[in-house]
């Protein structure tokens, strides 16, 4: 969608259901909570639907958060922890050096 909220449209084709979507810091990649056969997968894909790649999967994989710096982290999106059953993860604000 435009930054008005107008223009909609769908952007994820493949197999299960998408959601909880989170746009990069660049604008390059959405990532995505995929549930397919039974499955949570978190991926990554281009803002117009291709390049789907899925980044980890288990049961308790959903919600992923951006870093705040960006692709300069180690880890770009924090998965759920396991075997914490944990949910929702987020990142703290970025600290002053």
């Given at each position: 969608?435009?930054?008005?909220?107008?223009?909609?449209?769908?952007?994820?084709?493949?197999?299960?259901?998408?959601?909880?979507?989170?746009?990069?810091?660049?604008?390059?990649?959405?990532?995505?909570?995929?549930?397919?056969?039974?499955?949570?997968?978190?991926?990554?894909?281009?803002?117009?639907?291709?390049?789907?790649?899925?980044?980890?999967?288990?049961?308790?994989?959903?919600?992923?958060?951006r870093?705040?710096?960006?692709?300069?982290?180690?880890?770009?999106?924090l998965?759920?922890?396991?075997?914490?059953?944990?949910?929702?993860?987020?990142?703290?604000p970025?600290l002053?050096?």
């Open positions: 969608m435009d930054a008005g909220g107008g223009n909609v449209q769908r952007i994820s084709f493949g197999e299960g259901k998408y959601g909880t979507p989170v746009w990069s810091p660049r604008g390059d990649l959405v990532a995505f909570t995929k549930i397919s056969g039974g499955q949570f997968y978190i991926g990554v894909m281009r803002p117009d639907g291709s390049g789907e790649r899925e980044l980890s999967q288990s049961y308790l994989e959903e919600g992923p958060t870093s705040p710096r960006g692709d300069q982290t180690g880890v770009p999106y998965p759920s922890p396991k075997p914490l059953d944990g949910s929702d993860p987020a990142w703290s970025r002053p050096m």
